[in-house]
C-alpha cells in the first residue's frame, strides 16, 4: 500500500485494496445540474462532495480504506484525503474516488513574489476542479504514462499532464472558451510561484505550446480523447525540465536578485519567460521591471 505520508499532497493516489481484488462498481455520483453534459462517456467512479456529505454513499470498501489510511470517523478520514486541496483522485485497480472539496475551490490566490504579496479571486471552479480529477481516471491506463517519463522528476508528473489534457479536451467539447483553458495553466504557473514550488503539476511546458493555436486545439478536441492526447503530445518528448527547474529555483526562491541566474541556453529562458508571463501579468505583476530583476 502506498504510503500516506508521501501522497498526502497529491491529487493522485494509487492504492491498493487490502480485501482483495474490486469488482468494477458501476455507481457514479454525478451532479448532472452542475455538468449538463454528463451523458458524454464518463468513467466510473464514485464522487463524493465534502460540502454534501449526507450525500456521500461511499462502497463499504471505499470507507475501510479511507479509514485504514486516515483512522478516524469517516469525516474527519475525508478531510484528511484532500487535505485542503480541492480535488483529489483515489485509484484501486479498475475502481475509483474522487473527493471534491468545494471551500478548497473558493479559497483566492495569493502569491508572493519579490516581498510583494498579490492576491487574485480563484480561477479554479467545480467544473474544471472535477474535470481534471476525472482525467485521471479516463487516462489511468494511457500509453503514454510508460512513455513520458521524464528522469529525476517529480513522480506521477505525467499523470497530471494527461488529467489536464483530459481536462482540455472536455471542456473543448462542451465549447469552452480561450480564457477558460488558459485558467488552467494559470494555476499551474501559481503553483510554482508558491513558497512550496509544485513542479508536479507544473504542466505549462505541455499546456503552453497548445494554447497558440486555439483553432487546431478546437479540431483536435472532436477525436477520441486517445487521438487528442496522441495529436497535443505528438511533438513534444523533449521537454528541457531541468533548464527550467534551474531557473524556477532560483527565481522563486527568497534570494537577492544580484544573485546571478544558472547559464542556460537563450531560447530555453524565453521559453521559460514566455510560460510565465501571462500569468504574471494576470497577477497584476510589473513584468519589464520583474523581469528585468530576474535577468530574464
Not at 512513455?147 to 529525476?152: D, G, H, L, V, Y
Amino acid at each position: 500500500m502506498t504510503s500516506a505520508r508521501t501522497r498526502r499532497h497529491q491529487a493522485y493516489w494509487p492504492i491498493r485494496l487490502l480485501v482483495g481484488k474490486p469488482a468494477l462498481l458501476r455507481v457514479a455520483f454525478l451532479l448532472v445540474a452542475l455538468l449538463p453534459t454528463a451523458a458524454m462517456a464518463i468513467p466510473t467512479h464514485q464522487l463524493c462532495r465534502l460540502d454534501r456529505l449526507a450525500d456521500c454513499r461511499l462502497s463499504a470498501r471505499w470507507q475501510q480504506v479511507l479509514q485504514s489510511l486516515w483512522p478516524g470517523d469517516l469525516n474527519q478520514s475525508l478531510h484528511h484525503a484532500i487535505a485542503g486541496q480541492g480535488g483529489v483522485t483515489l485509484l484501486a485497480d479498475e475502481d475509483a474516488l474522487i473527493l471534491l472539496n468545494p471551500e478548497g475551490i473558493k479559497r483566492n490566490h495569493l502569491v508572493l513574489l519579490d516581498e510583494t504579496l498579490y492576491e487574485q479571486p480563484s480561477l479554479r471552479n467545480y467544473r474544471s476542479t472535477y474535470y481534471h480529477e476525472l482525467g485521471h481516471v479516463a487516462s489511468r491506463h494511457s500509453p503514454w504514462l510508460a512513455k513520458i517519463q521524464p528522469r529525476n522528476w517529480p513522480e506521477h508528473w505525467q499523470r497530471e499532464v494527461l488529467a489536464d489534457l483530459y481536462l482540455y479536451w472536455h471542456l473543448l467539447r462542451e465549447g469552452a472558451t480561450p480564457s477558460e483553458l488558459w485558467a488552467q495553466l494559470h494555476l499551474r504557473n501559481i503553483g510554482l510561484m508558491q513558497a512550496q514550488p509544485d513542479w508536479q503539476h507544473w504542466t505549462t511546458p505541455v499546456l503552453y505550446p497548445l494554447l497558440q493555436d486555439f483553432t487546431q486545439l478546437q479540431r483536435w478536441s472532436q477525436r477520441p480523447l486517445a487521438q487528442f492526447i496522441d495529436a497535443a503530445l505528438a511533438d513534444n518528448h523533449s521537454w528541457p525540465l531541468h533548464a527550467y527547474r534551474r531557473l524556477g529555483q532560483r527565481q522563486f526562491a527568497l534570494t537577492g536578485s544580484s544573485v546571478a541566474q544558472p547559464y542556460l541556453s537563450a531560447p530555453q529562458r524565453q521559453q521559460w519567460t514566455a510560460m510565465l508571463s501571462p500569468t504574471l501579468r494576470w497577477l497584476g505583476v510589473d513584468l519589464p521591471a520583474y523581469l528585468a530583476r530576474h535577468q530574464l
